[in-house]
């Protein structure tokens, strides 16, 4: 079975400043890792994933993540947020060969002006 | 323009009288799926289907039926809604596989008295 910890509920920060959000993941088999956005009233839309290869994503709107196999994490960063980044984060996790997705609690990104 | 299309966005109803909440897609993706998403929770899958006529249960799929007629369609019916169904449902697509991700509707905010 797979399990997705996301660590802090929510994480208010200020505009301009850096941002990581935490993904923790279980799993006994190979996955396939995803950030999820959930603007407002909205659906969620993809925001990176990771399949095979380099271990440092890059995704829509300057967020990056970083999977690291060893400590079976998936941290979603931006050097810089902006307003405009308020919105909920959810990390999930896919077992190779299968059309599953296991979601985490979910991280609400507050920024402030 | 591809998307996942749901209806309605909004639903009140009483408790007991069945319902049904749509949902379409025109990418001919072969996988769909239907989540609830609650605070705190995260979204969970309530039932999947990997092609026309093959559904299989989710992880929450108690008080919920699917079907699937036609590639295009899945849609989602509750017999006998009762509160603890109050929720944010939606439903998403994939290519299958997953290195595509999924494509999810704009949600359907549903409450039961």
């Known amino acids: 079975a797979q399990s997705v910890t996301q660590l802090d509920s929510q994480v208010p920060v200020f505009e301009e400043a850096p941002v990581e959000l935490r993904c923790n993941y279980s799993?006994?088999?190979?996955?396939?890792l995803f950030w999820y956005v959930q603007y407002p009233n909205q659906g969620l839309q993809l925001l990176l994933k990771?399949?095979?290869?380099?271990?440092l994503v890059k995704g829509i709107n300057g967020f990056e993540a970083e999977f690291n196999k060893s400590q079976t994490s998936f941290h979603l960063r931006k050097p810089s947020v902006h307003i405009s980044d308020t919105a909920e984060y959810f990390c999930?996790?896919?077992?190779?060969?299968?059309?599953?997705?296991?979601f985490g609690t979910g991280t609400r990104l507050q920024v402030f002006p | 323009e591809a998307q996942v299309t749901q209806n309605p966005r909004y639903l009140i109803t009483v408790t007991g009288k069945k319902l049904t909440v749509t949902c379409s897609q025109n990418?001919?993706?072969?996988?769909m799926s239907w989540y609830r998403q609650d605070p705190g929770l995260g979204l969970r899958q309530i039932y999947y289907?990997?092609?026309?006529?093959?559904?299989d249960k989710g992880d929450v799929p108690e008080g919920y039926k699917v079907s699937r007629k036609e590639k295009r369609n899945f849609p989602l019916i509750l017999e006998s809604p009762s509160p603890n169904q109050t929720s944010l449902y939606f439903c998403?697509?994939?290519?299958?596989?997953?290195?595509?991700?999924?494509?999810f509707g704009s949600g359907t905010r549903l409450t039961v008295v």
């Open positions: 998403a697509s994939s290519q299958g596989r997953m290195t595509y991700g999924y494509t």
């Open positions: 799993s006994s088999v190979s996955v396939y």
């Open positions: 990771y399949l095979s290869g380099s271990t």
């Open positions: 999930a996790v896919s077992p190779f060969d299968t059309d599953k997705l296991i």
């Open positions: 990418m001919n993706h072969e996988y």
């Open positions: 289907s990997m092609n026309v006529e093959v559904t």
